[in-house]
């Protein structure tokens, strides 16, 4: 890295709050973003020649409110401004502004900014793309490649939404509890979302997009640190850490799949699985189950198991009992189904996956774990209707790979005998 | 000075503070590449070096606040904008080999990009307890 690595770095976490102060000042996205871009730029003239201020986002929050307002000032007006020296001395006055600038002020500034790319008329994938550009400052360019589209294709995509979001009224008091509450759900699922894209990739060639994870876990964190005491963002941060902790292991050299009960666990990220249990004990104390507790629960259960057959199923059941009970889904259904087929045998999983079949006709997981299961009875012409439907439904090469995996061993395992039946 | 002039060496703890969010803003490679580096420093200072520990993050901690009825908050005793995230013990002559072996521990976290500070704070009681060793 550079000799002035630490300045991008500050800039970049300086952002979400400087970012979000400057937000709730002009309550304009645009003006509040010019702002802040005025600010970086006069802080990397600045810091390097007199090092960096003690509270970097105070700081660009100061600058960056001056610079708009001389803007402000400039076109109304030709009376001629103070030096650029002048303006950027901030000494005093930034330790004054520091003071007013306590933790629970940008605790709401950054949620606010969050909360604006959750817009419920914006499709998950503008939200995602919207926070990665407001909050997290990455490029169009970057935002781009991390979605496999093009540049302009990205660029009009922003606009649209940025458009959509300077539209909508987003009240700048400070929020209430109820409200706060609503917007740190908003949020979380907007992350999560973010995760999502990267763990398991909704298009292209990619099945993992490691940078897409790694910024749902830094912007987790960032929730955290706000949110010390919620346990649903200590179950949402767990959950991220859990499964990513696994992502070196997901996959082999030629990038296929490799499922849980195959993965080399020397290769799951330890600090990151120990921070996931100390998150997830944490969130338990509090006893007010959700449903990313209970989803980091699960994880919890596979990250202590020293090898899959270790893999504590009837506590797996148990506690997708309980996310059915919170969260209904026949998605949490089908997860279910895979530990009770541990725990009764394949034949009382496939019952319980039965009533799902209409409402996960689309559902490449679906049509995985029936094959699987079928396979696992021995019924091979209904397997391979199930994976020939999954290979239709995949997503990325990975996916269809996987499934193709096990046509192949259906295959293999027929030929010689010409009806599987007679195996059984 | 010759050994013999000091009496027994002082216990210097050497507490690293990061601004949390930039650690945070590491990719895993770039972690991994530090952590890489610290160890070589750690190895070549190993003769005055005890133990050495990396903190989780801040919101990995609980806090229990004295009080009437004590009081258990998730998250760290101070909400700062650095944080504690690390410590040495190390065993140092003088203050002024503890500020050499700082020095060298914090060239790496600024090639990182991190602006760590590290308070270099002399030990009166050192126990090492069983627990690690």
Known sequence: ????????????????????????????????????????LRA?????????????????IFVGRNAALDQVRRQSSEEPLPPEELISDQGDAEAALAERLD???????????????????????????????????????EIARAFLVSESAMEQRITRAKRRVAGADVAFETPGPVERAERLAAVAAMIYLLFNEGYSASGGEAHIRVPLCEEAIRLARLLLR???????????????????????????????????????????????MAEGLVLVEKALRHRRPGAYQVQAAVAAVHAVAARFEDTDWAEIDRLYAVLEALQPSPVITLNRAVAVAKLRGAAAAL????????????????FG??????????????????FDRAIALAHTPAEAAHIRLNLDRLMKDSAPRGNTKAAF | MSPADKEEPMRYAILCYHDEAAVGALTKEQDDALMAELEVVRRKLEAKLGPVARLMPTTAATTLRAGAEPLLIDGPFAETKEALLGFYVSECATLEEAIEAARELMAPRMAAGLMSALEIRPISIFLPGKAGA
């Open chain 1, 369 to 386: 774990v029936k094959g699987a299961l079928l396979l696992e009875l021995g019924r091979a012409e209904e397997a391979r209707v199930a």
């Open chain 1, 103 to 141: 933790n629970s002020h940008y605790r709401d500034d950054v949620l606010r900014l969050l909360f604006i790319c959750c817009h419920p008329d914006l499709p998950a994938t503008q939200q995602i793309a919207l926070a990665l550009r407001i909050v997290s400052g990455l490029s169009v360019k």
């Open chain 1, 226 to 272: 706000l949110f010390p005491g919620e346990p649903e963002i200590m179950g949402l941060t767990a959950l991220l850490l859990l499964q990513h902790g696994r992502a070196r292991a997901r996959l082999d050299a030629e990038g296929c799949i490799v499922l849980m009960e195959d993965q080399d666990r020397t290769l799951w990220d330890g600090a990151m």
């Open chain 1, 351 to 366: 019952a319980m996956i039965a009533p799902l079949a209409e409402r996960l006709s689309g559902y490449f997981h679906f």
């Open chain 1, 44 to 60: 990397l003239r600045n810091w390097p020649v007199n090092g960096p201020p003690r509270d970097p986002a105070a700081w660009l």
């Open chain 1, 1 to 40: 890295m550079s000799d002035l690595a630490w300045l991008d770095a500050a800039l970049t976490s300086a952002r979400p709050q400087a970012l979000g102060a400057l937000l709730r000042y002009f309550r304009n996205l645009d003006r509040a973003e010019e702002a802040f871009q005025e600010a970086c």
